[in-house]
């Protein structure tokens, strides 16, 4: 049985506004894909960036294989995503009129055992948002507190 990867993005839902959400395939090399199995990956500071009318991420980290040969990848490189025609289209529009910006969520295997990323088209928060932000989790877990203790 395979065991399922799920790498989080957490700083992406406190800083962005997530107004769109994708799921999108990733080309990767054989060492790559078994690195990312053996949980060995971040995207805490990467985002997505279009070449001409494909969508790559930028400054993922996934770690070298430890028992890779003079075959093995780089650690951290531009990875192509594999994404619907239709949907590419939707976010370059999107992308260059409104001043949005794609950023990965989160970095997952599915059961077929193939590398997934979750990918959002987000809005940059200001910092009174990130306090109204921060002003909520408070709350939420105050009142989970008083909850829990009757």
Do not use: W
């Not at 957490?10 to 769109?20: G, N, S, T, V, W």
């Not at 770690?63 to 994404?83: D, F, I, P, Q, V």
């Amino acid at each position: 049985m395979l065991k399922t990867v799920n790498i989080l993005n957490k700083r992406a839902k406190f800083d962005y506004e997530i107004l769109e959400k994708y799921t999108a395939g990733i080309v990767l090399t054989g060492t790559e894909i078994k690195s990312i199995r053996l949980g060995k990956a971040g995207i805490a500071e990467s985002f997505c960036e279009f070449h001409g009318t494909e969508l790559f991420v930028i400054n993922s980290h996934i770690e070298e294989y430890l028992y890779g040969t003079h075959y093995n990848h780089k650690a951290k490189s531009e990875r192509k995503l594999l994404l619907n025609k239709r949907e590419l289209r939707g976010l370059l529009k999107s992308v260059q009129n409104k001043g949005l910006t794609i950023i990965p969520l989160r970095l997952f295997t599915n059961e077929k055992g193939l590398a997934k990323l979750d990918i959002a088209l987000c809005r940059g928060k200001k910092n009174y948002d990130k306090r109204d932000t921060i002003k909520d989790r408070d709350v939420k877990r105050d009142l989970d507190r008083v909850k829990k203790s009757f």
